[in-house]
Structure formats: C-alpha cells, structure tokens
C-alpha cells in the first residue's frame, strides 16, 4: 500500500509547535535509523544517540534524584525523584532514603515510553517528565529502567515493572504517616502506559492497593485494523509498519497482536469484573493512530464497571507531553495533579 | 547497593546547557532552544527553521531508499548528537551519494602522492553480528545466591556506619581529633554487624582506614602508601584484568590514535605510563592490518626508574619490538626514565618534526595537579611542551571524579560515592586473585586521596568538564569521539565484561561507568595551531 507509506509531512507541521516538530521527527528519523527489518534492533547506535542525563542530588527546581539498583540479577535501576524540603535543601548520602514527611505521600511509580524498545529511565525527555510530576503532584517518583525488547521480549518489561512495584510497596520510608502504607500510582506513557496497566492487574490480584494508574497515550494493539489506522496512517509521525514492528519485537514469537498484552480487552482478554481495580485517567491524542484501540481499552474499562476518566485531546500528536509549549500540555498536567490529589 | 552521583547539574554532562554559567568559560548562548536543551539537544532558536528544513530533505530522502537505511545506519560513522543540526547533515551526507563498494573508493592524497582508502567506507572486517545485550552467566546467578542477604538489621547498620563516616570526616575537618578518634573505634565496631565480603561494609572499612591513617599520622605528612614500583606494576595489571576500565581506556585511546595515524607513514607514539605496555599490543596489530601497509611506529614509553637495576623499560620495549616483528611492523622503542612526569623534558622524547606523534595519557595529568599556587604548575608546564611537540593527537583518560576539592569532607564524600560505586562494579569480577589485587590497587588510591596531602597527595582526580576548561584554556582543541568508537567500546565490554557497565556519549567524549553512573572518561584533542586565534572548545 503505497499511500499508507506516504509521510504527509506538511500536516504535521501544522499542528505542534516548532520544537516539538524538530524533537519528534528527529526521534522518527533516528527510530528509522535503529529498526532492522529482520526484527533485529541496532542497541549500540540507539545507547550512543539517546541523550542521558545523571540523578542529581543537588536539587534543580526543589527536585533531587539518585538511582537505585533494586534488583542484581536483571540489573534493574530506578531512578528516585524526591522534593528537597526546606529544612534539608541539600541532602546528603545519608538523607537519601529519610522517612517522607506527611500524613499522605503519593508514590508515583512511572514507566518511560519507547514502544518497549526505545529510551530509559535516565533518558533526559523522561528525567524532565519525572521531575515536572513530583512538582505538580508533591509526589516521589520512582521511574523503572526496565529491561527493553527485542532482545528481552514479553514478560520481562512486566516482570521489572512487578519487581519495582514490590520493592516500593516494601520501603518503609515511603510509607505515609496516616496509615503507615506506601501510597501507589502507576503512571506511563506510550509502552510505559501498557506496563502500568498490567503491574496494576497483577498487584491487585495479589491483594496490593494501587490508588490510581495515569496512562499517557498508551501503547495497545489489536489484530484488525481500526479506522484510526487507516485514517491516521503517516500523517503524524507514526505509520502503522512500525507499530507492527515493536508488537513483533516485544510479543513472543509467533504470538499476534490479539495476545492479552497488547490487546487487554480482545478476544484472548480478560474482564477485570469483580477485580478491585483502581481508577484510571486515560489521555488520549485525537492525532495518534492508535487512539481507537486506547478508547476501547477506556470502553473494556467501563463495561467491567471500573472508574475512568478519558481525556481526549482532539488536536494532540504523539509526545505532547514532552515539552510545556501547548495547551494539551497544561490541561493534562493539571488533570493529573487533581487525579492524585484527591486521595490526600 | 545504594549508588549516587553529586555531580551539579552544570555543563559537562549530557543534558544540555541548562545551567552553564557558572561552569563554562564562555558565555551562555542565549539563543539556545532552552526546551530541546531540557531534552538533550543544542539547537539555537534562530536555526530552527533550517534544521526543520533538512529533517524533511532526509525524510524525503528516507522514503526513496528504505532498504538502505538501516544497513547504512550501521556503517555510518555519527558524531555528537547533541548537535542536532550536525548529524542530521551527516546522514544526509550519507544518503547525498549512493553508496560505493569498498574497494573502489580511494582518494589521492595529495601531500604523499599516495592512494589511501576513504577510512569511512572500509570494513576490514565482515559485518560482525548483533550481539545481544543480555549474556546470561550461569555461574553468576548462582554465586549471586550464593552471597549473603542483606537483612534489614544489615541495610540499618550499613547506614549508620556511613553516617558515622560522614561525621568522622567533618571532625577532621573541623580539627576535632578526639572525637574523630572515638568514632573510629565505634566504627571499627559496628563492622563486625554489617558483611565485609561485600557492599558498603567493605567499602567501609577502607575508608575507616584511611581516615585513620590521616588522624594518627598528622596532616601533611601521610606516606604515599605505595609500595614499590614493581609492587604498583602487579596491582595494575590485575587491576586490568578485574574490571574493564583500563581495557576501555586502552581501546578507546587506541582506536583514535589509530584513526589520527592515517595516511602517515612515520608515526611516534609517547606513552606517559608504560606499565607493561598492556596498550600497545592492539595497537601494532591494527596498524600491520592497515590498508596500505603499516607505518614505522615509534615509541617511547614514560615510567618509574627501577630500584634494582633492572632496565624494567626496556624489558617491556623488546617484548613489543619482538611482537611488532612478528607482524612485520617496523618498530623502535625507547624507555625515559622519570619518579615523576614533570621531570620528564620534551628533548628527553627525541620526537622527529616529520613524524606524527600522539601523546597518551591514562590516568596521569591529575597527578601533576598539586601545589597550584606556584606559577608554572608542572600541570601548566607539561601542557606547555605537549603542544610544543604538535601531536597529531593526545588520548587522555582520567578519572571521572571529583577528588582534587580544597575541602576535606567535599573530597571524603566524593570519593565515598565514587568507590562504593567502583567496588560496586568489582563485586562482578569472578576470577581470582585479580579481584582481590584490584582491590588492592583500588584501596591504596582511596588511601591516597584521603589521608595524604601536599606533594604526597598525587591522586588528584577531575571530572571531564574541569577537564574541557583545562586543555581549551591550554590552546588543545577536542576531537570528537564518534559513534564507531562508542559501538566498538559498547561490542567489547559485553564479550569481556558483565552486565551493569555502560558505555555513554558526551558532547564527543566517552565514559564508561556502572549502572549509569560514569567511572573513567576518555577524550581526544590536538594543539590548536599557535597562530589561530580562536581558541574553540567544542
């Protein structure tokens, strides 16, 4: 189908700002660069573009980070976002794991996007996003470098994101003072979004609340094709072949995409009726290819008579998120903020 | 393990000039994007437009050959990706011209009348497979079981003993020797509750060392704690062969000397610390697979007299002649013998104006840091000489840590962050002894930098970006380090070393370092020539 492949650049130029135009599409293109079409992915070249950034414990913007190895064996790191607190503006070796101070401490544990095989938890757009979040929710973050595909398919990014939860649910100076639990959100966009759903369904079928799952965008998927993809196929930085791509990479082999990972609520999916499920926000982008299979995961949500908030930005591209130049932007931080607050 | 990085938020690192003030020394750009810099990218707003512009050429270009692309993308050499504007003009250079087979394309060049083979299109070796990044070790997982759990009992008194440090260091400090006496008991205690096999308590007791050592030998006048030359060679060479950084060091250096060497047929090479000469085997035998034939390679390797006579140099200089022999290199090697590297003067290296030299240092500059105050530092001195020779190159390699602070507790917290990563990393080391000697070696620089001072004190480590300052305020120019020399040191570290080391870019320079946080940095420059005026740091 030649027309699907046809990248209608002029578009997309419309409708973000200039910036954000150049950072998307040199992601694209840099994507593009790194996508075998043997299913084989150029680690070294994507290790060497991606642009990193350290933990810094002097505090920028009255935010401080460290990164924790949590688990030896896969290696897996964390990077921990804490508000500094005027009585300790600059924190020490030792001030690292105090005790949060408040009655209620919302703990976001945040997956990066990347289609499970692009970015990590130290990549500077996600750094950025991480910090704004405790910012705005006077929360901790806790942002999973969770292992990547293709080389580490299906259940690996899940079984980080479970190793992570746990490790958090477990710390006791994450706990907050009202009832000496760790309040837990799961939050993610594009593939992180996909991982939060998930970690929440395995955490409450062990019995572990989970206050809320904010899911940016997420990565879903399905064997038909949507109207949306049809319609949306290259004209915003996205074509449906590389989303095909990154299911194969990360779906085990010979698995479709009616495979309950990416498709939750599809044939071989299960009703979360009956489960103890926590309320969603879902953000939607009215300009991303995928968005009618986010809206039937919001659907999936309802039927089983979960709470959900659906915000569907009509005129959002993929990674709006990333930078503060837009209205969507302002309206989904804001949005956030009041979907972690109301616990408190 | 907990593991932490003080570094500021200034330049020097990866995200962008967010807050370059205070630590460039030139002015803040103001026309900067300031949002695509809080991504990573350096872009100024009034090329914005421009740099739109070339994405959509590449796009275009993309679309009409994307069989190309990926293959392409592995054999295309990227520099600095933080100059967004920079390499998106080098794929688009890629894409200009259809590729051409490797062995038509030559150029002439032009000074020796000689053919030489555009470097960018050879490939010596075939396309080498995708290695996987995650090699599971067997024996790993169960020796991992093997070491102890830490209970939480452990992890409370893990922490307090660094609390305990902390405040140690600042009664040092401060001058309070009495109570920094009772807490070194106290501490000295609690480690019989916390597992000195591994993790912080081992770490611990090095530092609680150290810091005694500092108390009940008086300040200033600390023993070097080093032991005989021949001692320091054996603990270096384990300590190479424990842990990747000096293998990545020697790589990185060699791959650039390597590249700076092309199309030159007398080369010299001057190594600052021979050692045994670990680094130069690698070197000969790229150089005899050169296309075109092997230069004449000199070299002249720095080290320690030896106490007993032995001609330890020159020892090390027949091995290599013997070695180059083999593959038909011609070779000549000369030993200088010097304690110290300010001792060494330029006439004493005998370069020859026609050859192309390129200077090595890994892991000595720092050691010419002290005693600052006098006017030409040896630092100042040697650079001075350096660029007097016109080295086509000059590999350097230091530590990439912030151990030279005029504050004592600053440099004990650094230096506590940055073992306890370094020991860290180590914990991945399997074979014996080198595990234990490279502890050894490690242990005597934590020595060093805690418990020596003055002259004494020769483990002077500065990061990357006080580094940059330095040599651009010296008249060196960086070269860059691109992504054929990241992909290689990425390649090496996982068939030789295990998981958790990270090789990273950084505005053409290359770290290595263990779960994220960078250990050791490797950069390239060349004398900018004396009669341009624009002193570029790049």
Known sequence: ??????????????????????????????????????????????????????????????????????????????????????????????????????????????????????????????????????????????????????????????????????????????????????????????????????????????????????????????QERTESEKRLDGKYFVT???????????????????????????????????????????????????????????????KAGKEVKLLYMEQATIGFYLLPNNNHFHTVMDEISEFVSSDC | ??????????????????????????????????????????????????????????????????????????????????????????????????????????????????????????????????????????????????????????????????????????????????????????????LTHVNTICGIGKVAGHFIDALSRRIFQGMGGGSVNGGSAFENEILYHHFYEACPYLKFAHFTANQAILEAFDGHDCVHVVDFNLMHGLQWPALIQALALRPGGPPLLRLTGIGPPPPDGRDSLREIGLRLAELARSVNVRFAFRGVAASRLEDVKPWMLQVNPKEAVAVNSIMQLHRLLGCEQTRNSPIDTVLSWIRGLNPKIMTVVEQEANHNQPGFLDRFTEALYYYSTMFDSLEACRIQPEKALAEIYIQREIGNVVSCEGSARVERHEPLAKWRRRLSGAGFRALRLGSNAFKQASMLLTLFSAEGYSVEENEGCLSLGWHSSPLIAASAWQAVPAWDNHMSSS
Not at chain 1, 79 to 106: M, S
Not at chain 1, 249 to 278: M, Q, V
């Open chain 2, 1 to 190: 393990m907990l593991r932490y990085d003080s570094t500021s938020s200034s330049a020097g690192s990866s995200s962008g000039s967010l807050s370059s003030s205070s630590s460039s020394s030139k002015p803040p750009q103001q026309d900067i994007d300031g949002l695509l810099a809080g991504a990573g990218y350096k872009v100024r707003s009034s090329e914005l437009r421009q740099v739109a512009q070339r994405l959509e050429r590449l796009e275009t270009a993309m679309g009409n050959s994307p069989a190309d692309f990926s293959q392409l993308a592995s054999d295309a050499i990227l520099y600095n990706p933080s100059d967004l504007a920079c390499w998106v003009d080098s794929l688009l250079t890629e894409f200009a011209e259809p590729p051409p087979t490797c062995s038509s394309d030559f150029i002439v060049d032009p000074v020796n009348n000689q053919t030489v083979v555009n470097s960018a299109w050879t490939a010596a070796e075939p396309h080498t497979p995708q290695v996987h990044q995650n090699i599971t070790y067997d024996e790993q997982q169960s020796l991992d079981n093997q070491l102890t759990v830490v209970t939480a009992m452990e992890e409370d008194s893990g922490i307090r003993l660094v609390h305990m440090l902390m405040t140690c260091a600042e009664c040092v400090q401060s001058g309070d020797l009495s109570l920094a006496t009772s807490l070194i008991d106290d501490m000295q205690g609690l």
């Open chain 1, 240 to 302: 449906l072949r590389d989303r095909d791509w990154y299911w194969r990479a990360f779906l085990p082999e010979g698995e479709n995409r009616d495979h309950p990972a990416c498709n939750p609520f599809g044939p071989n999916g299960r009703s979360l009726e009956g489960i103890k499920f926590p309320k969603s926000l879902v953000v939607v982008a009215g300009l991303d290819l995928i968005q009618d299979w986010q809206l039937a995961y919001v659907e999936g949500l309802r």
């Open chain 1, 1 to 222: 189908m030649a027309g699907s492949n046809e990248v209608n650049l002029n578009e997309c130029k419309m409708v973000v700002p200039l910036n954000t135009w150049v950072l998307i599409s040199s992601f694209k293109l840099a994507y593009n660069l790194l996508r075998r079409p043997d299913g084989t992915f150029n680690r070294h070249l994507a290790e060497f573009l991606d642009r990193k950034v350290p933990a810094n414990l002097n505090p920028v913007d009255g935010v401080f980070s460290f990164d924790v190895l949590i688990d030896r064996a896969t290696g897996l790191l964390c990077r921990i976002y804490r508000p500094a607190t005027a009585e300790e503006p600059e924190p020490n070796i030792v001030e690292l794991e105090k005790p949060v101070v408040g009655d209620v401490v919302p703990v976001i544990i945040f997956f990066h996007g990347g289609s499970f095989a692009h970015s990590s938890a130290n990549s500077a757009i996600y750094d950025t996003l991480c910090r704004r979040l405790v910012g705005i929710c006077k929360a901790v973050v806790v942002s999973v470098n969770y292992r990547r595909a293709p080389e580490n398919r299906y259940p690996c990014a899940y079984d980080d994101g479970w190793t992570a939860f746990k490790w958090v649910n477990s710390r006791s100076w994450l706990q907050s003072r009202k009832d000496s639990k760790v309040h837990i959100y799961l939050a993610g966009d594009s593939s992180g979004g996909n991982i939060a759903h998930h970690v929440a369904a395995r955490a409450v079928e062990s019995g572990i609340d989970v206050l809320g799952n904010i899911l940016l965008n997420p990565m879903f998927g399905g």
